[in-house]
């Protein structure tokens, strides 16, 4: 069996500083661990860029000098990202390609030339061939999604993905891959152990992503089942652009807006970013309002002599989390539900520092967006309240 495993490790930037030490010990170090432990093994990692910032900012530059000697030892690919890990489809092209370049800057003064990125990761696999178009302009060749984001996987089973071609992006020439999503969605190390028992394991190829913190902080792994099927001598680890250039065939696809949290539901209703922008949530939309005053206030002025503290508080504002937390979805298979009115909060007040800190801005629309900032934050702790009656 082969197995491509791809984590995707960040923190919001405006993270509580032990709340980042335990993670990183935890996780991070966990699974550096492991890999140190097993030299055989390979993963695929996505650092974004505020988490290294984090790192080095707060005594835990230890952890990227043992990716760095991972990477020596060919057991890490790192891939590019968007620094403030923002929705990338929900943003104007001109923050996508500064968050991308924000990204490059920091993991390159991080890693030197050992960052040599050739794939890249969507925040949350939020497609579209919009983003996809200035990702390849950026100078990336492959991308990962979720498997929901091609029609024909979901559609016509008989037409689905296979393992053993490389795809292109049709009419873009970006090349993708797609994550198992039913494995993906398990704690994956069981999953694969199951799949090693099976008569037919010989010949699987299983591609999984998740979030890095999955091991050690989300899910405790007191059997020690990811360093036990690392040891297998049934298993193969391969990074991602290794098990591309080990293709062979190609085929062109379209795909479709989504991310690797869509539902089939959301998709034929359009509503392909559910969990950050959804028509059918009015605080999505009073947030968005607030987001988007911020975003014209900058591209406005442009010469503003505190424009460096305007954008750097609007890249906090963009954090997927702020609207990750406001869209109260259940996970039923995980027993969570993201709300969280103090995180909500934390992204409307960078908004707001955002609108704030523009000398040259006109005082009516820092007045309107006080108003706004504050209806928001009335709303969610009145939506709060009625939840816990």
């Not at 890693?111 to 919009?130: Q, T």
């Not at 949290?261 to 939309?285: M, R």
Request: contains cysteine; hydrophobic residues 40%; aromatic residues 10%.
């Amino acid at each position: 069996m082969i197995w491509i495993n791809f984590l995707h490790i960040y923190q919001p930037p405006y993270q509580d500083k032990e709340v980042l030490k335990w993670v990183a010990k935890e996780s991070y170090e966990y699974i550096l661990t492991v890999l140190e432990k097993n030299p055989d093994a390979k993963i695929t990692l996505n650092i974004t860029g505020c988490l290294t910032e984090q790192l080095l900012g707060n005594g835990l530059s230890e952890i990227l000098e043992r990716i760095k000697k991972l990477i020596q030892n060919e057991q890490i690919e790192l891939v590019g990202s968007a620094k403030f890990h923002p929705i990338l489809p929900l943003i104007p092209e001109k923050e996508i390609v500064r968050q991308i370049e924000l990204n490059n800057k920091i993991n390159k003064e991080a890693f030197g030339d050992l960052y040599n990125p050739s794939g890249f990761f969507l925040p949350e696999m939020a497609y579209s061939d919009a983003v996809a178009k200035v990702i390849r302009d950026s100078g990336f060749k492959w991308i990962i999604l979720d498997e929901i984001s091609s029609p024909s996987r979901i559609k016509n089973k008989e037409l689905s993905i296979k393992d053993d071609v490389k795809y292109f992006i049709k009419d873009i020439g970006l090349q993708v891959i797609f994550r198992d999503r039913e494995i993906s969605n398990t704690y994956v190390p069981v999953s694969i152990e199951e799949m090693l028992k099976s008569d037919k394991h010989d010949d699987q190829i299983v591609i999984t992503a998740t979030d890095g913190e999955l091991y050690g902080h989300h899910h405790k792994d007191f059997d020690n089942k990811l360093e036990k099927v690392l040891q297998s001598d049934k298993l193969q680890t391969l990074t991602v652009s290794e098990y591309i250039n080990s293709l062979n065939e190609i085929e062109q696809i379209d795909l479709r807006n989504s991310s690797w949290e869509s539902t089939q539901e959301e998709l034929d209703k359009d509503i392909p970013f559910a969990l950050w922008k959804n028509p059918e949530n009015p605080l999505h939309e009073k947030l968005w309002q607030l987001a988007n005053i911020a975003i014209e206030a900058i591209e406005n002025n442009s010469e503003d002599p505190d424009l460096y503290w305007a954008q750097l508080h609007l890249d906090y504002g963009l954090a997927s989390c702020t609207f990750w937390w406001a869209s109260a979805k259940k996970f039923h298979a995980l027993g969570l539900e993201s709300w969280n009115p103090e995180e909500i909060n934390k992204g409307v007040n960078q908004l707001l520092k955002s609108i704030r800190a523009l000398k040259n801005l006109d005082n009516k629309i820092k007045i309107d967006a006080e108003y706004l900032a504050a209806e928001v934050k009335k709303d969610v702790w009145q939506t709060h309240w009625k939840r816990l009656n």
